[in-house]
């Protein structure tokens, strides 16, 4: 079944392209601008910080909606076409590239309203390089998405494995949870049954759609072609066995640091009661 034509007219494509490079970097600055007037007792650092998270979790929701689309619509995992695929990844280009901005601004402001005024008192070289190397597994996951996972979805599958495609989308579905944490700590709201609540959300969502999506791949693949699932890896080309390898592995890396940090507050609200008693 083809949900769309396999080769979508160059101008559709590019205005994918062109459509994500104008609602990203408005979304940004529209939500910093409401928020700098509505939160007037915040900084720098906290506006721009909490309109990068609302800018991530919008791109995370599209990714997903996209991603549940294309999987519902393919029945042939390997054969089956959705015009999405390809249109959500040029779309999500410009989102990644200025995120990376985003990120660093973030970073910028952080740092300065922290008391290094003297390195922060503008932007150069060497804020980039402190940026980079403090958030270095986030910027080599941005770029490795633009320069291997975008050329490879586009000009080397040869029209094959929609579905998988789909699949990757919905990784994102975490990311919205994993913000709107980041968004209760900025407003005071960390010590809340909410933060707590949405914190096993993030957990679970995360293990669901980031770390058991591939078993689940591979077990489409197998069901597809009649494999069992501990075979399945057998009957993959390598070059994909290890694609998947490389992609889980930051996963998990991820999850664990989630883990760690969801222990530390547990920790945290235990000591907070038996200090005050």
Known sequence: ??????RRPANIMLSALVCGALVFPG???????????TFTQWSDADVVCVSERLVSAIHASLATAAGVTVMTSCRDVMADSHWLVNAFVL?????????????????????????????YSGHSLQTVKAFLIKDS???????????I???ITLFFRRGLGDFFIGCLFTTEFST????????LIQLGLD???LHRINGIIVLLSFFTCRILLFPFMYWMYGRQFGIPLHRVVFHLPLQCNVGNLVLLAPQIYWFILLLRKANRLY?????????KD
């Not at 990644?96 to 390195?119: C, E, N, P, R, W």
């Not at 597994?137 to 320069?147: K, T, W």
């Not at 920790?267 to 200090?275: E, S, T, Y």
């Open 191 to 193: 010590n809340t049954r």
């Open 1 to 6: 079944m083809v949900t769309g034509t396999r």
């Open 27 to 37: 979304l940004f600055c529209s939500f910093r601008k409401v928020l700098k007037s």
């Open 137 to 147: 597994m986030l910027v080599l996951h941005h770029v490795a998405l633009l320069l």
């Open 176 to 183: 919205p949870f994993v913000s709107i944490g980041k968004i």
């Open 149 to 151: 996972f975008m050329p």
């Open 267 to 275: 920790l945290r609200q235990r000591k907070g009661p038996a200090r």
């Open 91 to 119: 779309f999500g280009v410009p989102y990644m590239v200025f995120d990376i901005y985003a990120m660093y601004l973030s970073h910028y402001h952080t740092q300065k309203l922290k008391g290094h005024s003297s390195s």
